[in-house]
């Protein structure tokens, strides 16, 4: 084995050196970042040698989703595992950026997750040294896991899963996954159906789990919220970006003509966006939540103030969530779906697809691909009250079925961490 990888981080080395001025070619053409590229690589250390004294837990999200799913495990492992040091990998620039913004104060490193290739990944662990690596959703890296396995490290997939479509492909290659799987140490899946898939994808039943969805394992805010709704109906539009804000006002004023009662929260994810979003306010009468104004002579508030979103979709009725008619990705749709809230979101949810692909099996959720879709969504649940108090009671169902994935993760990693 030892000379096989050898033999391969020569080969490994010998195409990096031809592979490096292509990449940056194509990388410039394309205007796309080059960042990170020679950590990936292994030519240049941007990380700390965190030492052999305290055991490293590694963590990998390869890009904005995944990094954000893995907030509340990584918070209680620093936690629960004080002597432990911990590592954090991303495959891309946003999830680096996010990665730093979440953790920089609790995290002993943050760099980027290497190519797969032997001799990157060698110089990977040689600089990093972790003692447990934990992979989120479908991190299948041949060389990475293997080397893992060479070096007694144990190599756990946590909150996995595989979409239909790559299942297909996967099982296709189901030799060849086979192979990387038996360098797991263990797999858990986000359902049964994941765990069949990644069994008949060649990893082994003996350890294979489910643990449920990490994203699901979010508290309501305990904070008591000083706002007096009334009796109204409301539709709040949380973490909006430049272009949703007139979809959402022009659609609530469609509504308005045979909805007399509806009123709206508009909460845009940037609060320098206000001025320019009272500018299309119209003949709507608004107020500010800064100014403790509330719905007795406004049709709209405005959201003015931070770290009170969350809160608000308690006391709304329907949630529209922002960052989806454009290319963000999409915004957390689970802080108003534990409020039991139905949400709607436009076609743009990459940073969210495994929970909205759960939430859309339900009346939960619905994704609109138009403003006239976004209005028929709303009017739906405006005007049937049996499908609103299913669609209320889907997301009631559908916390209570994913609870307890960030316990599940910690009991397995304290098998490995703690004598």
Known sequence: MDIIFFILDIFSILFLVVFTPIYFLIRKLSKKSTQGFFTKAGFEKHTKNIGTTQKTIMFHGVSVGEVIALENLIKLSYETFKDCKILITTGTKTGQDIAKKKYSEIADTITYFPFDFPFSVRQFFKNNRPDLILMAETELWPFFAAYAKKKNIPLLLINGRISDDSFKTYKYFGWFFKHILSCYTGIYTQSEDDKEKFIKIGASSNKTEVMKNLKFDIKKNPTPLNFDKGEEKILIAGSTHKGEDEIVLETFKNLRYDFPYLKLILAPRHLDRISSIIDLMGDFKYGKRSNNDNFKENDVILLDTLGELSRMYSIADIAFIGGSFNNTGGHNPLEAVIYSKPVI????????????????????????????????????????KEFYKKASNDSTNIFESQKGAKDFVISKMKNFLLD
Request: include cysteine; hydrophobic fraction near 40%; glycine fraction near 2%.
């Open 345 to 384: 979101s436009g076609p743009s949810v990459k940073n969210f697809k495994d929970i909205y692909a759960l939430l859309c099996k339900t009346n939960a959720a619905k994704i609109v691909n138009s403003k006239k879709e976004f209005e028929e969504a709303l009017r739906k649940l405006l005007s049937d």
